[in-house]
């Protein structure tokens, strides 16, 4: 494969050092500090750098890209962030880490099979189509920034998704994307993490912090006892799965994100995190039979029931709250549910027609995209050969 | 054993998922959201999911179980707490986090013996007491609910042991309980972070914070280089032995827990910190020869001599204090004195009893325990077979 | 090996035990706490402890002792330097930690090579010439504390390579101080923990806290960024290298700390973390082949090209934002760069010269220094064997 090495080897460094000028330029008309640029530093980017890197780290000869590539991708993408939004002069660091989720999400489907000149373009590309649509919804429709913020999730799953149905499936004969008990182990160290972080994660924009906190504890609690539950009920042994565990119990968090702020009684939190974990684990159930196979998706670390369904479902969640809540007063109901169900609607199509966009060109003859022999391979891009450990 | 399987199956989703039926419709009841929820949200929970889930992992073949029943019995533990303690209307979600240390310790005494179902069990029966015991200690000796709070490691450690009593010792021939370098290097990933945040965890309930965390830290720290020093003069060759830094490292923290609100001399603590290593390590030698084989216990993690026992010497430190504080004041000694040693006597006697009550629950032919041969396996709850790779 | 089992065995715990007890009869000394104690308490302890003890973790089979003797010699070197600097009657737990940086680099220089009455007596001693240099620019050059505190780690990056030139090369045949990819990965983990604290590290005693996080970040980013570049440029099959990521993802945050709150524009952070990167992944280019033969320097960790050089380029960048902001004032910026040089050049050569001096007394006959046949092995201090599993 010596053509594809030399290709990657041209053209990886010279796009990120020139990335990084093109960053260098334009932070310099930026305007200096001020005393503006408050945040909550280390929470959100530990759970950004150190949660999804291990959380993702589900294949078993993928871990140093799956951790590497996670943190590559991070810092390019705070910085496009960063340079995307300087028209309204605003540095917002936590925002643009915050907007980060979206793209560790997608890259989470395309985990294993796109290397990393594509990454870094769907990178550049995702940002500034959510950024985009974020614009839109707070423009056309109104929306609050901390209400669009949330949708980060929605787009993320859908964004990833449309991507990954343009690449070629893996050989299903292929045992390279096996987990391991040891990789399935720190990837449940990524899993603890996103876990315990992710009532700040949800707070961290909106100005009822405590009660978000809340609303997202119990709604976490509560799907991680039901990923337990229906775990045993959907395997032919009755035994737990690792998978289900991993993705299930970070559903309820993704759920009530988008409506933590306006529920009032910790018991809807709680059954929005049972119906978030039974989706995720269902869902996994189905799309693996029905869904998957007829659109020839691969969905490597599973984002469709993880983060996209329970989004929908949480979006959904918020439409019926409002309902309820504005019940005798049909006009202004109509109204804010009209603006929800907008708002759902144009992130979620916006995500996926910009996502098959974005999944054609990157597999433009351009960005050479990899053989499928070799997905899932960390020796295609690292030095250290990982041949006998089976790491 | 396909009888065991279908057990498992027909009553572990039922029971949890009946738990949380239960949990949501009690929280129906509760009032809505206030503004005097307020916590410093990350720490405890990182120190308990994280920490312990890791803190625990020292048998080879129980990786997932470890982790994964960890952070089901906290969720559920939590729910508990907040459902029991409902009749005085204060939802007070770090008090319950707290709690569930005495569940978490007492787990570390049946891990690899005890299946699901009877650690729910035990989680739910715990925390019931642990409660009762409480309000004991604050009802008839006035004892404040910080102090009685800080009772959390005695009971745990004791309770555990007294459930752990009941169970059948597992096979001496069998090497499934050994720890390799893995398992004890992931456990080491767990102490450090227990290490780190316990003087976080000492001070959470305090109003004297940073005394209490100095003290904390000055106990730990002393008690992390006396446990190397031990263990060089302890084993056989003169080397360190993995499992004695686990246990005494965090030993001075359990030691100065009870007494950090009142010491006023860093120098005490160091004092505190140093005989608390001691005897954790020496503690750890005597009962392996001579006090669990006649009582037929068997400790899987330890607990009796990382925290039974250091909080054992806490209580007793507490009361030399009182001693010398009051010297002039015999009157006014005696009352506190006895009140301190009361509060102790009670915890102490409750945690046994109601522990030996538990375990015979457990063991009720109902609860089907596994089979001696099956202790220590992953594989008997978990679909991912730990065949070929022995970690 | 009866002989220096038994002399191990006979020097190392009675070594810590006179320590601890000299320890605590000068904190006996101390003034009772009072108010001033205030700090941030778990970020850098986070970071020390859990982030170095893992970032260090490369050798194969060194796992234990790296983890274990990190933890003993921060505890040790907290308290060594409390009690060096009771004189002054500040008992500052955070700068304590923040000091012991410097050891913890130091110890990277001569990991697998040095034997733990070895690192501790380094340890007692770095921390006192630290302190002393410190207090010779604080006294004769008015540099203020939290300058001072920043050449922690040039300090100890060129204090480690003076000792490490004392021990003896390792034979170059053995593959013991090899990497695998899982203590690679293990190493990542902690390299991420340091990663997301650095800003707050580097803003810890400074007061402009916002200004310095966010310099630091940009830093780090970009630096994160120019390290998957250059690896690629620089190896031979255009792949990444895990040591390349691991060393030059820091070297960012290494080369803005000097400078970091009074650089006012972020992209000249961002420079600088380019520049930091290109030195360290460029340095080790050169210094594996040219600079560490004829030297005979055995750097294992590769403290020189991760610490060392850019925090040289940290000071040189902190001169010349000097010169350019005090363009117009020619006798103040005279007098400014020649404080700012002298106090770089007065930690550099108390570093180089006490290192060789430490050196030489650590391979005195009386500490018996470990045959390099031991080298890199945890098997000669701990217990248990990692014969079949080369972790």
Known sequence: MPSSYRNFRNSVPWL???????????FYFVFPYDDKFIMSYPDVNLMMIFGFGFFLMSLKRYGFSTTGFNLLLIVLGVQSHLTVILSVLVLLLIEATVSMTAVVISTGAVLGKANPVQLILMTVLELIVFRMSRWMSNT????????????????????????????????PRTDKNARTPKSDLLSMLGTLFLWVFWPSF?????????????????????????????????????????????????AGGVAVGHAAHSIQYPWIAMVLGLLASGIAILGSYCSQGCLNPPLKLHDTSGVHFTFGMPAVLGALAQVILLIIKNWNNLPSMGYLVMIQVGAFCLTISVALITGLIAGLILNLRLFKSIPVSKYFEDQFYWEFPHLAVGF
């Open 16 to 26: 990120i050092l020139s990335l990084e000028a093109v960053f260098i330029v334009l």
């Open 202 to 250: 949800n707070s961290i924009l909106s100005d009822r912090k405590w009660r978000v906190i809340y609303n997202t504890y119990f709604g976490l609690a509560v799907s991680a006892v039901t990923a337990f539950a229906l775990s045993v009920l959907t395997t032919k042994d009755g035994k737990f799965r690792m998978t289900h565990i991993h993705s299930a119990v970070l």
């Open 140 to 171: 056309f429709l109104l929306v609050t920034d901390s209400i669009s913020m949330m949708h980060v999730h929605l787009f993320g799953a859908y964004f990833g998704l449309a991507v990954s149905a343009c690449f070629s499936e893996p050989s």
